[in-house]
């Protein structure tokens, strides 16, 4: 374990060897429709470790005067779970990041560190595949990441990502498994991709500890798009792809759902590398996978990509138990090498989305709304702000943008966030629970 690892008093994980612990408190708001959401302002206490939260004392510190021998329910706790847009390693993304012994991606998502970090239990979208051991990074078309981005996620605070992308084969089945073995070597866990055909059957579980409950967070990653790349022969099952070009249709998706609850999960997340690149709508396929989930009562919860540019936070009626099932279409570029002057504002501004669960005493936990963060990614130094914060007159360290680049990007994003159903978050989330567990099974 890094002395880095070692000295993140918020971050998560305490039963495998890459493992810290969460802490605190998170908040709540009231999305019509959809019940409470982890929210920005309001406060709620949490549980310890392993154990129920205490019940709240009056306003003046005392306990409570109800009578002896009446138990009071427990109180619900929550945790939260964030998902980001595309993270897209052009050349010029590495070369900011080179030092003089690799690459350090930490220092372009400082800014955005406390929404991962406090998030418990946080899942990126790497969309490149990281070269296989004496090969050299590579740009588009054909991108190839150096290894170091996987350390960097894991300092980050990220606990596993979404792999099934169009250009999950830009470097081949070695690249698949490279990156697999990276992230294994961090501790990161993964989905969407395999090494071999075992490995493709098996799903990628997170379990959560909140309010002395531990959940099963099941994570599924598929795209339906794959650039016309071939699949690797006699091994088509190394990239999961779903619809009319890949070998396995939405039924199946359904299927690795409905199985991941058999075998314990109580929140399946499905993470959709889908749509039209730089349409800020989802397009009819999108909209038809999206209905086929929500239909299927077995996903809880849908992080969108592939655009470059944000699409709006919806629920759609369905998913478990009938509540709804909470969809970001796409959440846009976290960082990459695109350029305004080719595709716009939209590829330099993104999303982060933080999900919260409710987990009652008793019953099966839930998510109960879809937030949305605005993000914002500065063009000459390409480091990434909480737009919302640049919005209000902050001038963070290393930000050189101004104040008309900071309106041309607010411009470009929240006129399509306000054609949602969802709200905006402006404050990072703070730490509910403790994840204990990451396996593939």
Known sequence: ?????????????????????????????????????????????????????????????????????????????????????????????????????????????????????????????????????GEKPSNYPAFGSPPQIADSLKAMGWDGCALATNHSMDRGFKGVSSTIENFERVGLGHAGTARTQ???????????????????????????????????????????????????AVKDLVADAKRARKAGASIVVVSMHWGTEYVTQPIAEQKKIGRELADSGEIDLVFGNHSHVAEPVTTLKGGPGGRGMPVVWSMGNTVSGQLIENHGYGVVTGLMTTATVEVPAKGKPRVTGLEWT??????????????????????????????????????????VMATGSQSERTEAPKPQGQLVGNERK
Request: hydrophobic share 35%; charged share 20%.
């Open 1 to 133: 374990m890094t002395s880095r690892m070692q000295t993140f008093l918020g971050r998560k994980f305490v039963g495998l060897s890459l493992a810290t612990a969460a802490v605190t408190a998170g908040a709540l708001v009231f999305v019509p429709g959809y019940g409470a959401s982890g929210g920005s302002n309001a406060k709620t206490s949490a549980a310890s470790p392993g154990r129920a939260a205490e019940p709240s004392g009056s306003a003046n510190g005392s306990t409570s005067t109800r009578p002896t021998g009446t138990q009071q329910p427990r109180p619900a706790a929550r945790f939260t779970i964030t998902s980001g847009g595309d993270i897209l390693l052009h050349l010029s993304v590495n070369h900011h990041a080179k030092t003089a012994t690799g690459y350090d991606y930490t220092k372009l998502l400082k800014a955005i560190q406390p929404w991962i970090e406090g998030s418990d239990l946080s899942l990126c979208a790497l969309e490149v595949p990281i070269v296989p051991p």
């Open 374 to 415: 605005t993000l914002a990614q500065d063009q000459r130094t390409f480091r990434v702000f909480p737009l919302a914060e640049l919005k209000k007159g902050a001038r963070p360290q290393g930000m050189t943008l101004s104040r008309a680049e900071i309106e041309a990007r607010e411009k470009s994003i929240y006129p």
């Open 198 to 248: 075992d490995e493709s059957s098996k799903i990628q579980y997170y379990t959560v500890r909140s309010g002395g409950r531990d959940v099963v967070v099941a994570h599924l990653s598929a795209t339906t798009l794959t650039n016309g790349i071939p699949f690797p022969k006699g091994k088509e099952w190394s990239w999961n792809v779903v619809g009319d070009q890949g070998r396995r």
